[in-house]
């Protein structure tokens, strides 16, 4: 066995890293774990002598009916106050598990074991919990760190291909949110990225998990700084609400959103030519789709204004000037139109 830990502070939470495990629940103690996976996950549990609740995979399933069930299947179980949840699978059942353990008995501990990518890189830590409510993604949520965030590379291997790049997208955009090894990392080993490699695997996921721990530490609840963290994600939101949140992945749609990102921090004359021509070469060499033909532009415009509803007549958008160098802008109307035709 081969683990080493990224230390973050209590509020953040601890991530250890496992290599080749045979089974990723090996050394977990408590008095009562209760782990919960979904159909494609629940193979990495092996066999545990501890109650385990498995949901069918996908987003729906993040619904306050599942914590009901999953509430009530603890109690069952007998579970009370020393219970401990253990989440085994993507973002999925990471945000359900951890918001279910934050108010069942005013909040038991929850371990995290993230199975896909964007769950190790982003889900897991941060401490964000969250289930959809009347239709909006992550409407009810709490902040509640995991006791604890355990990553086994290796199962990222059955992942498929569509889910590792959505993963792959959000590893991208902490590349861009800071200098260091990790964009290094991204263009030198872009062929292992893609096939996989875990020794290459386990240090991608070390170093995307520092940049956002850097965001966190500094803006725990996500009141300033920390909406660094969503480059390209204004654009995002509304290519995939256009596309019902199911025609592209969200890290599909977050590379389309970094893209657009650049494009109108060019147009406001705010953002470097020489890194947005970086940026998109890093983009289009791990083959995201950047120019995504028959879009409605005003449909993509008005989920753009409803936000602003919602945001007290402002949406910022998230623009650089260069690698590192993030902040904050409001973009006329006129921009968006010309980024979006
Ligand atoms: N809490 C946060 O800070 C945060 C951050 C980002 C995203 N999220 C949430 O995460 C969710 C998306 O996460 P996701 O992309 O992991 O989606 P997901 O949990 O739906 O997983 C994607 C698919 O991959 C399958 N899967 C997961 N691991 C696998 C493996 N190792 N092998 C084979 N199949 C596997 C799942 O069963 C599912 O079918 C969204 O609900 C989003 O809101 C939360």
């Not at 861009?176 to 240090?203: H, M, S, T, W, Y």
């Not at 996500?222 to 995002?236: C, M, P, Q, S, V």
């Amino acid at each position: 066995m081969h683990d080493f830990q990224v230390n973050l502070p209590p509020a953040v939470t601890e991530v250890k890293f496992f290599g080749n495990k045979k089974h990723i629940t090996e050394e977990l103690n408590a008095a009562k774990l209760l782990f919960v996976s979904d159909s494609n996950t629940q193979g990495f549990l092996g066999d545990i002598d501890f109650p385990s609740y498995v949901i069918p995979p996908g987003e729906n399933y993040k619904s306050r009916q599942t914590v009901e069930k999953l509430s009530a299947w603890a109690l069952r179980e007998g579970a009370g106050r020393d219970a401990v949840f253990v989440a085994v699978g993507g973002g999925v059942v990471c945000d359900l598990t951890a918001f279910t353990a934050s108010i069942y008995m005013r909040g038991v501990p929850v371990i995290l074991v993230p199975t896909s990518l964007l769950s190790m890189v982003d889900a897991s830590i941060g401490g964000k919990t969250g289930i959809n409510f009347a239709g909006y993604k992550n409407v009810l949520g709490t902040f509640y760190p995991a006791r604890e965030v355990r990553i086994v590379p290796e199962v990222l291997k059955s992942l498929s291909e569509r889910e590792y790049f959505s993963g792959l997208a959000e590893v991208i955009k902490h590349a861009l949110l800071q200098e260091g090894d990790l964009i290094k990392l991204i263009v030198e080993q872009r062929e292992e990225i893609i096939r996989r490699n875990p020794a290459v695997l386990e240090e991608l996921i070390r170093q995307s998990l520092l940049v956002k721990k850097s965001y966190i530490e500094e803006d725990p609840l996500e009141k300033g700084i920390r909406g660094h963290l969503n480059l390209g994600h204004t654009f995002a939101h509304a290519l995939e609400s256009s596309g019902n949140f199911s025609k592209w992945t969200h890290g599909e749609a977050v590379a389309w959103g970094i893209h657009k990102a650049m494009e109108t921090g060019l147009l406001m004359g705010l953002t470097e030519p020489s890194y947005a021509g970086r940026v998109e070469k890093i983009l289009r060499d791990f083959g995201y789709e950047l120019d995504i033909p028959g879009l409605n532009s005003k449909d993509l415009l008005r989920i753009m204004q409803q936000d602003k509803k919602k945001r007290e007549g402002r949406v910022l958008f998230v623009l650089q000037k260069s690698h590192g160098t993030t902040f904050f802008s409001e973009v006329p109307e006129e921009i968006l139109k010309q980024v979006l035709s």
